[in-house]
């Protein structure tokens, strides 16, 4: 009986001593978390008078500036979260600022040479390119502001019940044949398309190839089974649908598809980063420096293919490689162009389109507009008067509200990352991250038109999913109870 106070006692005491660290903890960040967002706050008086300032700084001063705030804002929300440079906020901005500002390392350091080809970059010359980079800055700046207002206020979770393993095996169980399933449906649309010898030629080829299928689609659900996937530790399925997508990963990255992986990878990494504890920030920058350093080596392979290219593994450079994927500030600098040359802004045409057509498809019926020919479809817009450059978050915001929409958009991505970046997250709640952050990750160098779209579906299908699955545990501890009482 003494034992049983004693050990009742212990636990008691344990619980306590707990629940202290935990508030100390807490405390300890809402501080630090407050010592930060009063910097940003400083940081944003001083952007919103620079925005008055009829001249901007040079080119280079501006891409110092914006490169400095970059690294600040990656340093501020690496200690202000629970998961610190792996969180979901925070590899968001990582991701956006490579796509945005990877350009200005090479124009600083001048790395390459042959940079800047000017065939390739002349629309980064003159104040329309500064402004662009300036515009970016903004962006980050709204960003970082809104995740520690919104991450001071909600504060981090703690103590969070933690819902029922088996549930966390089915969804990652689900997640797993969707990844195998679109993984292999990519690799079977392609090989009708380009053929096996097709998957090692140029990157261009296979886009003409492929443009008609529906092999887009197939990158969204990859995602989000990969996202799923990782929930749970592999078992036998998911090891092998891991191991098909590695396929996929490595084939398509030498192929040209950059964001068709990396972005599916970084959403998956920020959810393995919630169960789990990952590399500290010296063992992160080695793998971010070998991975650019292979990005540079495959961005020969997009313009002759792999079986036609000959290069050296010693040739990869990753200031090289942030060129080629910083190029997304190209589209910035286009919509600015756009609009200093008189066009009206599209007042949320790009955002609503999805919406409109799908009226259009009712109401018009075969008279609708071609989507090739819809120009309220930023991608076709972008496609058919500057080329295949791609799309930009900061871009399309812009196109659509000038800079009032910059920070509108940023703002509630960064309100909406910073709910999930809270720690010791459930289950469901991750698995809704997932349905979320894929499209949003895509939407950084994509244009926003299948991110609605493709949240509405994820959702309604992780609905079913989780009420199959609850009603199945349900059954489940049923009959076990049930058992207990019939012995």
């Not at 690294?71 to 929300?77: D, E, G, I, T």
């Not at 000959?310 to 990753?318: D, I, K």
């Not at 309100?415 to 997932?434: D, I, K, Q």
Request: charge should be positive; charged fraction near 15%; aromatic fraction near 10%.
């Amino acid at each position: 009986m003494k034992s049983k106070i004693y050990d009742n006692d212990h636990r008691r005491l344990a619980r306590s001593q707990s629940q202290r660290r935990s508030v100390s903890f807490e405390a300890s960040n809402r501080f630090r978390r407050s010592i930060h967002l009063i910097f940003w706050f400083l940081i944003a008086i001083l952007a919103l008078l620079a925005s008055f300032y009829a001249q901007l700084p040079s080119r280079s001063a501006m891409s110092w500036v914006a490169l400095s705030v970059f690294a600040l804002a990656v340093f501020s929300l690496s200690r202000c979260t629970h998961s610190g440079f792996w969180s979901p906020v925070t590899l968001f901005l990582i991701v956006l600022g490579v796509f945005h500002l990877g350009l200005l390392a090479n124009i600083l350091t001048g790395i390459d040479p042959e940079f800047p080809r000017s065939s390739d970059y002349i629309w980064y010359d003159g104040p329309i390119g500064v402004y662009a980079i300036f515009l970016t800055t903004i962006a980050i700046v709204v960003y970082v502001l809104f995740s520690l207002s919104a991450l001071t206020l909600m504060g981090i979770t703690k103590n969070v019940p933690q819902e029922d393993r088996d549930l966390a095996y089915y969804l990652s169980n689900i997640g797993a044949w969707l990844l195998l399933a679109s993984t292999v449906a990519w690799f079977l649309i392609a090989i009708i398309s380009v053929g096996i010898g097709g998957l090692l030629g140029s990157y261009q080829n296979f886009l003409v190839a492929t443009q008609a299928t529906p092999i887009n689609l197939t990158y969204i659900t990859t995602g989000v089974g990969l996202g799923m996937t990782v929930l749970a530790p592999a078992r036998r399925v998911a090891v092998a649908a891991l191991i098909v997508f590695a396929l996929f990963a490595c084939l398509g990255f030498f192929l040209g598809l950059r964001g068709e992986v990396l972005f599916p990878l970084a959403v998956a990494v920020s959810v393995l980063a919630q169960r789990r504890s990952m590399p500290n920030v010296l063992g992160a920058v080695i793998g971010l420096v070998s991975l650019l350093a292979m990005i540079s080596l495959a961005r020969e392979v997009r313009v002759s293919g792999l079986s036609d290219s000959e290069f050296n593994l010693t040739e990869g450079s990753p200031v090289e490689a942030l060129t080629e994927l910083g190029s997304t500030l190209r589209v910035v600098a286009t919509v600015v162009h756009w609009h200093e040359a008189g066009d009206p802004f599209r007042l949320g045409d790009t955002y609503t389109v999805t919406l409109a057509r799908t009226l259009e498809q009712v109401t018009q019926g075969s008279q609708r507009i071609p989507a090739h020919d819809d120009m309220r479809l930023f991608n076709v817009e972008i496609l058919n008067r500057a080329g295949g450059v791609g799309g930009s978050l900061i871009g399309e915001a812009y196109h659509n509200f000038a800079v009032i929409g910059v920070i509108g958009v940023m703002a509630i991505v960064a309100v909406l990352l910073s709910y999930f970046s809270r720690g010791h997250a459930t289950t469901t709640s991750m698995a809704v991250y997932v349905i979320i952050a894929v499209p949003l990750f895509t939407h950084i160098r994509n244009s926003f038109v299948p991110v609605i779209p493709a949240v509405v579906v994820g959702l309604i299908f992780l609905g079913i999913a989780l009420k199959i699955g609850r009603n199945r545990m349900a059954r489940k501890t049923k009959d076990a109870a049930q058992e207990r009482l019939a012995r």
